[in-house]
């Protein structure tokens, strides 16, 4: 794995008003890494996440993503970053293909480079006889496995996921992480957030946050180690215990 760091995060931190959502949080990111983010609702990965895709902008603190300083290159940061939300990442009352063409476009792709990503696309998530169909109605593993494929149209050097997996079955979910290493392998670094603690054990490292700050950090390997724990699942209970905030 490359030494090269595409994500670089220095005493970052997020107030909303008397609020402190993210609490002065350090850490960096490799290429090519898989980076689980995990925290208990209320523990501020989202608000942190949404600050490194150049959604919303830090209290105070330094970080740079995929090269670009964030305070001052917020919208070449959201060029060169995937983004894919549980909660919203297709338009589902437009086809596959329209989908396609749509992101491809938001991206800056050409015409040629779209109908090469989508040929690609559509042959390895196996959906070229469901091009012309609505998203909706798809069923929800291929919808989160699309959006993943869509969210890498462009090639981006970091790609973001916001619970990815959360609703499908254990056999997509399994070939969701199929598809996440696979773009590792190829220098892609994802950085993920998921509450099943199995998936965090899939993870190269992995960052806990409890109450705004990072708890946590290390390999699997290592932080079952550090707190005596038999899976990751252990890790997370004893940290979580110490939250004393349950919002945000």
């Not at 590792?184 to 603690?197: L, N």
């Not at 190269?204 to 699942?233: C, H, N, W, Y």
Request: hydrophobic share 40%; with cysteine.
């Amino acid at each position: 794995m490359s030494a090269e760091k595409v994500i670089s995060v220095k005493e970052l931190t997020k107030r909303f008003g008397d609020f402190t959502a993210v609490d002065n949080i350090t850490f960096d990111v490799k290429q090519g890494e898989i980076f689980g983010f995990l925290g208990a609702n209320g523990a501020g990965k989202t608000t942190a996440m949404r600050m490194l895709c150049g959604l919303s902008f830090p209290t105070s603190g330094e970080a740079s993503v995929a090269g670009f300083d964030l305070y001052k290159n917020a919208d070449a940061i959201k060029r060169n970053i995937g983004y894919m939300s549980q909660k919203f990442s297709l338009y589902e009352d437009l086809t596959v293909r329209e989908n396609i063409r749509f992101y491809g476009g938001i991206y800056g792709l050409t015409d040629r480079e779209i109908k090469e990503k989508s040929d690609e696309m559509l042959t390895q998530l196996k959906l070229g006889e469901q091009v012309n169909s609505l998203v909706k109605s798809l069923p929800l593993g291929w919808r989160q496995k699309m959006s993943f494929s869509v969210a890498m149209l462009h090639s981006p050097k970091i790609v973001f996921l916001d619970e990815p997996t959360g609703g499908v079955d254990p056999i997509t979910r399994r070939e969701f992480w199929t598809l996440i290493y696979e773009a590792a392998s190829r220098g892609t670094t994802v950085f993920v957030t998921t509450h099943y603690m199995d998936e965090a054990e899939y993870c190269d490292r992995v960052s806990i946050m409890v109450d705004g700050r990072v708890d946590a950090l290390g390999s699997p390997t290592e932080l079952k180690e550090q707190f005596s724990a038999k899976d990751m699942g252990g890790v997370f209970l004893q940290l979580a215990r110490k939250a004393t905030r349950s919002d945000g």
